[in-house]
């Protein structure tokens, strides 16, 4: 698929996170594929997955298209998602159609700024497809400017300076929509299909649902705490 193509089949629809962390029950590349699989049946448009080696897997079950990123902790920085040009290259090589980063105000690892960072990722990768994972306006804007193809309120209420913020934060999707000429995808907080649909009323291109879909620990606890 082209680019464009690749765009045209997620938009309107929904994408489905398919991720499990190595302290989680579900944590298998196999299991992933299947829950992908599951995704598929069920109607989703896409996936977003977690790792070079769930990408592969997943790749191999489903034809949907896949926003991947690697979620890798280094010491001398907050930001997990797809951090450094290490994780790009290898979630390049999946030949995965959309990869993800952080494109949150904060430094990368290495004492890199977003700007540095991306400005070098995209002269080496220049027909890729890049999502900003953003918090607030102010980063969307520069993602946009850095030539992100579309722009995800992800990180919104997990940055220090948008902690407390309501979620999904409908605000933040608006102004997106209504200020940025890009793909805005619709993503943190949606538990509810009222909650889907409202996100998606904003006029986003998609939306991604996870935990509410994929994590059945965190499905059970909510159902557990509510019947206290």
């Not at 193509?5 to 298998?28: D, F, R």
């Not at 991947?68 to 979630?91: C, F, N, Q, R, W």
């Not at 991306?118 to 520069?142: H, I, N």
């Not at 949606?190 to 409202?198: A, D, P, S």
């Amino acid at each position: 698929m082209t680019n464009q193509e690749i765009l045209a089949k997620i938009k309107g629809g929904l994408i489905v996170s398919c991720q499990a962390l190595a302290s989680e029950p579900l944590h298998s590349s196999y299991i992933m594929s299947r829950m992908a699989f599951a995704a598929k049946e069920g109607g989703a448009c896409g996936i977003r997955a977690n790792s070079p080696e769930d990408i592969v897997e997943i790749r191999k079950t489903v034809d949907l298209p896949v926003i991947g990123l690697h979620k890798v902790d280094y010491d001398d920085s907050e930001i997990y998602i797809t951090p450094t040009m290490k994780e790009i290259d290898a979630l390049v090589a999946t030949g995965v159609e959309i990869i993800a980063l952080d494109a949150t105000k904060r430094t990368r690892p290495g004492g890199l700024t977003l700007t540095e960072f991306f400005t070098e990722v995209r002269a080496k990768y220049p027909d890729q497809l890049f999502m900003a994972d953003t918090s607030c306006f102010e980063e969307g804007k520069l993602a946009a400017e850095l030539g992100f193809d579309l722009i995800g309120t992800t990180m919104s209420g997990y940055t220090p300076y948008t902690k407390g913020r309501s979620l999904p934060d409908y605000e933040l999707m608006e102004r997106y929509v209504k200020e940025l000429d890009k793909p805005i995808i619709a993503e943190g907080g949606i538990w509810e299909i009222c909650q889907l649909k409202t996100a998606m009323a904003t006029g986003v291109w998609a939306a991604v649902v996870g935990t509410a879909i994929t994590r059945p620990r965190d499905i059970t606890r909510r159902f557990v705490e509510n019947m206290r």
